[in-house]
């Protein structure tokens, strides 16, 4: 639950989804959560030399702000071709190679540029990001070095965070996101973030709550930390984490995993009116209606109304007919009302489904063991065999049931079988196993 986030509490401003304010006065996202090799991180201060070659920048500049990306390469190259050692036209062929997701490219016109001008701090980052997708550790080391060069700015630190995440380096990340939340406190992005990483790589929930009440002190309603909230409260299960959950559908009512979380909780506590009631709030269309009617049924079950369970599981039934755990599940109900067909009838269909799962297999055998079909149960527990090595009690059910099949040498067998497992933690059935294989021997004996 805690691992994924809900889809649509994802904002601009988590993960890598953010926009900055670049250099020249424009604007460039990096987005989504494998942005690198789309957009550049940031474009580097204007170089102004003598015509024609000024000429060559203005008319790539004029490209690039038109994003006509690929017309951009031409006067670019041409202008590294007469001054090769300029690092600006470098950096700015990588940036428009990064714009066309010619990461190779890029990469290798970054690297130029910063071993042309080690101190081009806008190269580091562009390298750093251009790599942080691809999990590279030289991403690391190209983002540490914008760290270097920039020590008092948030950005770099943040991004170093993320590259140091995306690697594995959980201590690592958690430091230099630190490093940036104490630059820049209020900084919301920073703040998910870096709750996300205590949350779900590091398992410290109470730092991440912390971390995430912050961000709603500048952002009251922001979904993202209120879900976090509540999902922090709920791993270190405080009771208030049900009250965080409602807060939190009260911005996202539409969450169906959330809803179900709150759901889970109040069940939990056995407050059954109010989980019955949260359900009757959510939802709308078939599929939903599904999760719905099954959460439902759960509340109905733990409330012992069996018959209420049996209408809403068949109505879940009509929506996915080929769901096996709806099957199994509806088939567990009959048997807790004792009609033993029509429970054979649904756990059969759902092993048509699902042949391997062995508790429909057992709930079979229950379900024929009780009508008094011993021939099907044995059938059943044959099956159940191949899968697993049966445990006293089944050892018992087949020795009734050969019992009842006046098999008595299979009988016997079986309820010394069961003897020689149970090891006195069941003493009625060890008596009447003791007294009925005394029984079986004198039948047997009685028939030489």
């Known amino acids: 639950m805690i691992c994924e986030r809900a889809k649509n509490v994802a904002s601009a401003g988590r ?65 590294i071709a007469e001054q090769p050692e300029v690092a600006y036209g470098h950096f700015q062929l990588g940036y428009v190679f990064t714009a066309l997701q010619k990461v190779d490219e890029a990469r290798a016109e970054y690297e130029r540029a910063v071993a042309l001008d080690p101190k081009m701090a806008e190269g580091y980052l562009n390298l750093g990001v251009l790599l942080i997708d691809r999990g590279s550790p030289q ?17 770099p630190r943040f991004l170093l965070g993320v590259a140091q995440e995306k690697a594995g380096d959980y201590a690592g990340a958690a430091e230099s996101l630190e490093g940036a939340y104490r630059l820049d406190p209020h900084n919301v992005e920073i703040g998910l973030h870096l709750a996300d990483l205590y949350l779900q790589r590091l398992k410290r929930p109470a730092e991440a709550e912390a971390k995430y009440r912050s961000v709603l002190e500048a952002q009251p309603n922001n979904a ?56 009757e709030r959510g939802g709308s269309g078939p599929a939903d209606n599904v999760e719905l009617l099954r959460q439902r049924a759960d509340i109905l079950v733990a409330q012992k109304k069996w018959d209420e369970a049996i209408v809403t599981i068949n109505k879940a039934v009509a929506l996915a007919p080929d769901d096996p755990e709806l099957h199994g599940g509806l088939g567990r109900l009959y048997l807790q009302k004792r009609d033993f067909s029509s429970a054979q009838n649904e756990l059969k269909g759902a092993l048509q489904l699902d042949r391997k799962n062995l508790n429909y297999w057992k709930d079979l055998s229950t379900a024929y063991y009780l009508a008094g079909d011993c021939a099907s149960t044995l059938g059943v527990l044959d099956e159940i065999a191949k899968a697993e090595t049966p445990g006293p009690g089944p050892w018992f059910i087949r020795a009734l049931c050969y019992d009842k099949l006046k098999q008595s040498k299979s009988a016997l067998d079986a309820y010394q079988k069961f003897l020689s497992l149970d090891h006195g933690q069941n003493a009625n059935q060890e008596w009447q196993a003791q007294e009925r294989s005394k029984v079986l021997r004198r039948e047997l004996e009685h028939k030489r």
């Open 224 to 279: 993202a930390a209120m879900l976090g909230v509540a999902e922090s409260l709920d791993e270190q299960k405080k009771p208030e984490a049900a009250e965080a959950y409602r807060n939190y559908l009260t911005v996202q009512p539409a969450d169906a995993r959330g809803q179900a979380r709150l759901v889970h909780l109040l069940v939990e506590h056995q407050q059954y009116d109010a989980a019955l009631a949260e359900l």
């Open 15 to 79: 993960f890598f989804a953010v926009t900055l304010v670049l250099a020249m006065g424009c604007s460039c996202e990096v987005l989504g959560q494998n942005p690198p090799a789309k957009t550049p991180e940031v474009r580097t201060k204007r170089q102004v030399l003598k015509n024609p070659l000024n000429e060559l920048l203005e008319e790539a500049q004029r490209d690039i702000d038109k994003k006509d990306f690929e017309a951009a390469v031409t006067p670019l190259q041409k202008f």
């Open 139 to 155: 991403s690391v080391i190209y983002l540490r070095k914008a760290v270097d060069i920039l020590p008092e700015q948030s950005r």
